[in-house]
Each structure stands twice: as structure tokens, then as C-alpha cells.
């Protein structure tokens, strides 16, 4: 999991100082990651904490981050003109949203350790066992996409905020 968050600092310093327009296939694949994420079940009532505390993280990353593309989206209309252009202020505040949102991306792949070591606990019930792992298997399909996400999201507000200071 140390891996995972290394990945995510490296992508954030790496991406900000890229600056270039995104493009309609990078913009697609945003709104396909974000469709995906709203997919996902990322719902644990397992009564195994650690689980529950794993997927209720990964639930809040994968809320903030369709939450982050949503106003990434609004801030991409009002920077093509159909409204009006939006400030350093709102652009630098969403790009602290999405530095929060990459640590606690972090902190949450830090609980899938022992949300899997959790699983242990109900071998004896297959019924349960399945359902757990179905649980695990989502929040971690969950991570891998807003992992993703963040990486665009990073070049998306770090353009934006390089037209705007031009």
C-alpha cells in the first residue's frame, strides 16, 4: 500500500506542471471512469470492521472524486465561454480538493491491508465470504479508477489554471 501512495504523490507532482488542453478522448474516459465509479457497489454491511472500514473509505474518495469531475466539468463550460471564466481562487481550491482527495485515496488503500486479512474471519460461512469478497473486490476496482481520475484531474485543473493566469 506504500506503493500505491508513492504512485499517487509521484502522479501529483508529475502532473502539475503539465499543462496542455485535454483532449476529447482524455475527457471521455474521465466520464467513463466517473460512470463506472457510480456503478460500482461499494456498499459493506459485512459486520467485519475492518472491511466496512475499508469500503466506507474508498465509498468517500470515490463520492469527493465524481464530486471533483463534476465541478472540473462545470470549470471546463465556463473556460469555453459559455459562462464566465472562473477565478485562481475557485480553480487553486479545487486543485487543494484534489491534493485532500489523493491522501485520503492513500489512507484508504492503507485500510485494505487488514480488510483483507479480515476476511478470514468468515471462511466458515460461505455466503458471508462471498459477499465480503465481493465488497473487497469493488473498493479495490474503486481505488484503481479514482487513481486514475486524480491523474487527469490534476492535468485538468493545472491547464486551467495556467489559461487563466495567462
Known sequence: MKFLSSILLAVFICSAGIVNAQTDEETQASKNRIAELLNLNLSSNSGIEPLDKFVNAVQDASDESIAISKSLDEMTQRM?????????????????????LASSTAEASKLSVDAVKSLKEVKKSPMKMVSATNSLNNAKKALEIITKE?????KTVSGMIKAVLK
Not at 84 to 96: A, M, N, R, W
Open 150 to 154: 486524480i491523474s487527469y484531474q490534476v
Open 80 to 100: 469555453n465561454g459559455e459562462t464566465d471564466t472562473p477565478s485562481v481562487t475557485e480553480l487553486t481550491g479545487l486543485s487543494t480538493r484534489i491534493s485532500n
